[in-house]
């Protein structure tokens, strides 16, 4: 039944971006995780579509932040302003108010700015004047990042990042793909057009669900070797925090839960990895998401799966 | 796993290899391949993953093979190579260490190093090093407690670490002052030549002087065929000429001994009177053979043998390995059948000894009454001592010592008994060799010593040679522990049964068998040519089906019925050129599967080995039969 509609769901949403059915699952278990998701690209590859599409598939409420430097934590979420009618001050919800919140070009505004967002991410709610306002469920932030302009950004510190569950780019879709979204209709059009597959409420029970798949023990030493060995490779400098290790965890179960099974398979964790571990590697040379997958390829290379 | 834990780790275990290494008795070439283990412990230290169970298991059992050719052939000594097999092991474990029990294991190995070195050494650091092993035991042992009870932050272990590890010390060395001992150690090879030590030797000189140390070196076993009362002379080189300072055999010319396949015969002897002996003798300075009484006849693996006209007997060469032989032997007096004019040489110097000859004896008349008052008179006037200073000069030594000191050892007793019969025209000689030994209740044998070697007189009483011993009976010395005469017979029965099995012992297994039809009498033949190597070969083919076998047996119950069909299709598919390795997952099998092309039904198979295997649900019979022949292949 889960896997049905969560296929549905990957169906769905393959319609529109076209030839990237990976990084859409990747989206898809981020959301059944309750985890954040950062994608790292090149505008124009279809960021905004990605979360747009994912936020209409599940009927849920989407709101897009366009990251400035100028702007200030209330403009996301939110703040309180006097009413004289009721000489009281009333609490006006920010952006941040929805369940898939895009976060577009989050290393453009300043760091105050940023880890508002991220604490926000963190809590699952937010605090303005000693009052306590709980987020929508399912809440999902997708953030993005530009890689190539430097100029003017802010660069997200380790500590931040390692608040995304997963960390993936999008990249050019292939050219017969690429050739379908030229000659096809204007995105926007089919999505405001398009039917929802799967409701939020029903998100949030398989988010339930994702907890109780069952993990071997054989596979939680396998994960746990995975981490460790992170933290011994001689090209980094930094290796995994034990949050990073829950993190792969999680993902490993939404992965299986994706797949329709209610226990992890070693693939769940071997794919998961890199996704999820990738971003929070600090390495010696360079700070490249290319080097770090690259690294983490080769550490995946060396460790043996249990059988 | 704390710092300290894996230091204390690394310590013990280079204190057993260090311990044993500094016995100088391994062989370089196995202490070269010991030091994997530098290495092995700088990637434990940093936390490098442990070897892989494939390549740790097949070293296993190439150390183990080396150690079966080392025990037989290489070192041929089974001590040795368990030495051997401890610091290679050593070596491999750290590569190896994964769980609290693989540290037991190192101290374990550790600890079997250091009771081996003990055997082999009696040097000091020995004992530094076996005192740094003792503390840093404790250390570990506590602070493993410490740790398992999961206190270790929780406390300060400065205090109680320091105190145990105080009081082990303080017991260890009261235990190592009070516990007796041997004085010289137990088998030690490398005793230091630079002191005149006792032992045995081709000649008796008294050219030097001062104090002779007794070593107690092990330097013969013999097992008997009779249980003979102590007072056993194992007889060894015959002395005929004295040129004043010392003694010397001027048979010059030996001759061949008559052989037969593995005997050589001497002199024919009843066989009711025959005394048989099992000798082994350690690496030896000396060419001569060893036995009780007169040699009839001996069997030993060797071409040629010697003997001369003194009844010595001698291979070839001066042999430094190992030897073993049969003496059959008869305790019956010789007839002395040589010209005995060679036996009553007497420097002309020695007017002093042969006139105090001649006062001892004055109204004796019988030969025999003369030599037994003789042997009498020095046992109860003279006193046994192995000091001896220089005489003053223009002083025989023998007269300093008859005259003045009237101390000495065997050699001089011997010498000047020989001396005063000679004096008296009583035609005699020394023999050298060794007295006694001491009896090993554990395995019923005698351990000869290089301090039992001894010297005596033999003289021609009515045209017979009778031994005669004035030597006073010498101080007691320690008697060995329990401990070590039991290891000494684990040792000698290693000798006896696997490095001595003779080509001999050989036939006589074959022919106790089934080998009784005379068209199969060639069979022994042919295969006694190579038997040590042919029992080489069975030995290392059993061993390596052995291992073979439990391997596969491990295997086979370490992993369940699914499991097993699983492995054994990856293995198909990498023998199909499938690309995958240790770290490919069910999926990545699948795919590779799909790829080339191979099998049918792999993704259902591959799907119901992942329910079983990771969500841990059990098949029924039924299922498994049904999923028995999924992959037809």
Request: net charge positive; hydrophobic share 40%.
């Amino acid at each position: 039944m889960a896997r049905k509609s969560l296929s549905l769901l990957q169906e769905r949403i393959d319609s529109v971006i076209k030839g990237k059915p990976n990084s859409v699952r990747m989206a898809i278990v981020t959301l059944l995780s309750r985890g954040h998701l950062l994608i790292e690209d090149v505008p124009g590859v279809g960021k905004t579509t990605l979360a747009f599409t994912l936020a209409k598939a599940i009927n849920c409420s989407f709101q897009r932040i366009q990251f400035t430097s100028d702007m200030l934590p209330t403009d996301i979420i939110g703040l309180s302003i006097y009413n004289s009618d009721s000489q009281n001050f009333d609490f006006k919800q920010g952006p941040i108010f929805a369940n898939i919140v895009l976060a577009d070009e989050i290393n453009r505004t300043s760091p105050k700015t940023q880890s508002a967002l991220l604490e926000a991410m963190n809590e699952r709610r937010v605090s303005i004047d000693r009052k306590t306002y709980t987020l929508p469920e399912p809440f999902m932030v997708i953030a993005t990042q530009n890689p190539l302009e430097y100029h003017g950004t802010f660069p997200l510190p380790e500590s931040q990042i390692d608040r995304f569950l997963m960390h993936i780019k999008l990249g050019y879709p292939e050219k017969e793909y690429e050739r379908q979204v030229l000659i096809g209709q204007q995105n926007l059009e089919i999505i405001e057009k398009m039917e929802p597959v799967i409701t939020g409420e029903e998100i949030v029970k398989m988010q339930l669900e994702v907890d109780s798949v069952i993990v071997e023990n054989s596979l939680v030493d396998y994960l746990i070797s995975i981490i460790t060995a992170t933290r011994n490779n001689e090209k980094i400098r930094l290796g995994v925090s034990t949050r990073g290790g829950q993190f792969l965890m999680k993902a490993a179960k939404a992965s299986a839960y994706y797949e329709g099974r209610d226990y992890v398979v070693p693939n769940d964790i071997k794919d998961m990895a890199t996704p999820v571990l990738g971003h929070r590697l600090i390495l010696k040379a360079g700070h490249s998401l290319n080097y770090a997958e690259l690294i983490m390829k080769e550490i995946l290379e060396r460790i043996p799966v249990p059988v | 796993m704390p710092r300290i834990y894996k230091a204390l780790t690394i310590i013990l275990a280079f204190t057993g290899c260090i311990g044993l290494i500094t016995t100088g008795e391994l062989n370089p070439l196995m202490i070269v391949a010991g030091t994997a283990i530098i290495p092995g412990y700088i990637r434990f230290w940093k936390d490098k993953p442990a070897l892989t169970k494939l390549a740790v298991g097949s070293l296993s059992i190439s150390v183990l093979l080396v150690f079966i050719l080392d025990s037989l052939l290489i070192s041929g000594e089974i001590f040795i190579a368990v030495a051997h097999l401890t610091i290679i092991f050593q070596a491999l474990k750290s590569y190896d260490i994964k769980e609290p029990w693989d540290h037991l294991q190192v101290y374990f190995m550790s600890l079997l190093q250091l009771i081996i070195a003990s055997e082999l050494t009696q040097s000091g650091i020995f004992g530094i090093i076996f005192i740094v092993f003792l503390i840093t035991l404790v250390a570990a042992m506590v602070i493993s407690h410490f740790t398992k009870e999961g206190t270790l932050k929780k406390i300060k272990l400065k205090a109680p670490v320091t105190a145990i590890t105080v009081i082990t010390l303080i017991v260890t060395v009261v235990f190592f002052i009070a516990a007796p001992r041997l004085q010289g150690g137990f088998g030690g090879k490398h005793y230091k030549k630079s002191v005149k030590t006792s032992g045995f030797s081709n000649n008796v000189s008294f050219g030097s002087f001062g104090e002779i140390k007794l070593n107690h070196e092990i330097i013969m076993r013999a097992e008997m065929s009779k249980n003979l009362p102590f007072s056993i002379y194992w007889r060894g080189v015959m002395l005929n000429y004295f040129d004043g300072i010392s003694w010397q055999n001027t048979f010059k010319k030996r001759y061949r001994i008559y052989r037969d396949k593995d005997i050589f015969e001497l002199v024919k002897i009843p066989e009711e009177k025959i005394l048989t002996q099992k000798i082994f003798v350690e690496p030896l300075d000396s060419d001569v053979i060893f036995g009780i009484g007169t040699i009839s006849r001996i069997e030993m693996e060797t071409r040629v043998l010697f003997a001369d006209y003194g009844g010595g007997v001698y291979t070839h060469d001066k042999s430094y390995k190992r030897l073993n032989y049969v003496i059959y032997s008869t305790l019956e007096e010789q007839t002395a059948t040589e010209q005995t004019y060679d036996y009553l040489n007497l420097p002309s110097e020695l007017i002093r000894t042969a006139d105090f000859a001649r006062r001892i004896t004055r109204g004796i008349n019988k030969t025999i009454d003369k030599a037994v008052k003789i042997e009498n008179y020095l046992k109860a006037n003279y006193r046994y001592s192995l000091k001896t200073p220089p005489p003053p000069e223009d002083m025989n030594p023998i007269e300093d010592f008859l005259f003045n000191t009237k101390q000495g050892y065997c050699e001089h007793y011997a010498t000047s008994m020989a001396l005063m019969l000679r004096a008296l025209g009583i035609p005699s000689r020394i023999v050298t060799g060794f007295l006694n030994g001491e009896k090993n209740e554990y395995g019923n044998y005698i351990i000869v010593r290089q301090s039992d070697a001894h010297s005596w007189v033999e003289a021609v009483i009515d045209g017979k040679w009778k031994r005669f011993d004035p030597t006073p009976p010498a101080p007691p010395t320690t008697t060995p522990s329990a401990y070590s005469l039991f290891l000494d017979s684990l040792r000698m029965k290693w000798y006896s049964y696997v490095v001595s099995f003779s080509s001999a012992d050989q036939k006589q297994l074959f022919s106790n068998f089934s080998l009784r039809f005379s068209k199969l009498k060639a069979i022994p033949k042919i295969t006694g040519l190579n038997i040590r190597k042919l029992l080489v070969i069975i030995l290392i083919t059993a061993g390596a089906a052995f291992f073979f076998f439990v391997i596969k047996r491990v295997k086979r119950t370490k992993y369940s019925f699914i499991t097993q069909e699983y492995l054994k299709f990856k293995k198909f598919l990498k023998r199909k050129g499938a690309k995958i390795n240790q770290s490919s997952t069910p999926s990545d099998i699948l795919k590779e599967a799909s790829r080339l092309g191979i099998g049918h039904n792999v993704s259902e198979f591959i799907s119901l080995y992942q329910i079983v295997r990771f969500g841990k649900k059990e098949l029924n019979n039924e299922e498994k039969n049904k999923y028995k022949n999924l992959i037809l292949y």
